[in-house]
Nanobody
């Protein structure tokens, strides 16, 4: 079993910055991609960014140039630096990991989410 724990959410004014962190722990053999999703009230969950274990990244168009995803493989940790935040980006942000445990089982794991609120 693999657990993901996010931190770093909070309340910030429009134009401000936040840095989210997500640590994976448990019976981890390997982690391939790790990513961040968000879900605003009444909307579907959407991919914000992901990063592979080789460091390749991908972003949703709306955050390109403002958000940066990074990863510390040795720490099983992924970060999301969010700059120039907008009120419409208020959402619960979820960490995701494509992980294989020591039993050879590969699953998509999710964290519990961290609230990001951007005030106007």
């Amino acid at each position: 079993q693999v657990q993901l724990v996010e931190s770093g959410g909070g309340l910030v004014q429009a134009g401000g910055s936040l840095r989210l962190s997500c640590v994976a722990s448990g019976s981890i053999f390997s982690i391939s991609a790790m990513g961040w999703y968000r879900q605003a009230p009444g909307k579907q969950r959407e991919l914000v960014a992901y990063i592979t274990n080789g460091g390749n990244t991908n972003y949703v168009d709306s955050v390109k140039g403002r958000f940066t995803i990074s990863r510390a493989n040795a720490k099983n940790t992924v970060y999301l630096q969010m700059n120039s935040l907008k009120p419409e980006e208020t959402a619960v942000y979820y960490c995701n990991a494509d992980a294989t445990d020591w039993g050879g089982r590969r699953y998509d794991y999710w964290g519990q989410g961290t609230q990001v609120t951007v005030s106007s």
